[in-house]
């Protein structure tokens, strides 16, 4: 059974850093990628960003030189650098592991999700 436990997630003033983690335990070696997903109160959920296990990654255009993905292959964790927050990150954060590609999908593995607070 796979299982992602996501954690780091607080409240920070704008402007502020938060370094969120997620570990995966029973992680299926078939998939590559590992990705970020959130959802701000009230709305839907948007893609962060995704890293595959050669370290390649992509950004949404929101948080394209805010935030830094990074993982560690042998723990099986993904890490999110946040940077410069702004009261826009407020959100719920998820990780998953997504079938094809570095967006998951309902079907694919998720975790609970961490709350990120950007508020003063």
């Known amino acids: 059974e796979v299982q992602l436990v996501e954690s780091g997630g607080g409240l920070v003033q704008p402007g502020g850093s938060l370094r969120l983690s997620c570990t995966a335990s029973?992680?299926?070696?078939?998939?590559?990628?590992m990705s970020w997903v959130r959802r701000p109160p009230g709305k839907g959920f948007e893609w962060v960003s995704g890293?595959?296990?050669?370290?390649?990654?992509a950004y949404a255009d929101s948080v394209k030189g805010r935030f830094t993905i990074s993982r560690d292959n042998a723990k099986n964790a993904v890490y999110l650098q946040m940077n410069n927050l702004t009261p826009e990150d407020t959100a719920l954060y998820y990780c998953?592991?997504?079938?094809?590609?570095?967006?998951?999908?309902?079907?694919?593995?998720w975790g609970q999700g961490t709350q990120v607070t950007v508020s003063s």
């Open positions: 890293v595959y296990n050669d370290g390649s990654a």
């Open positions: 998953a592991i997504p079938k094809y590609g570095l967006r998951p999908g309902i079907d694919d593995y």
């Open positions: 029973g992680f299926p070696n078939s998939r590559p990628a």
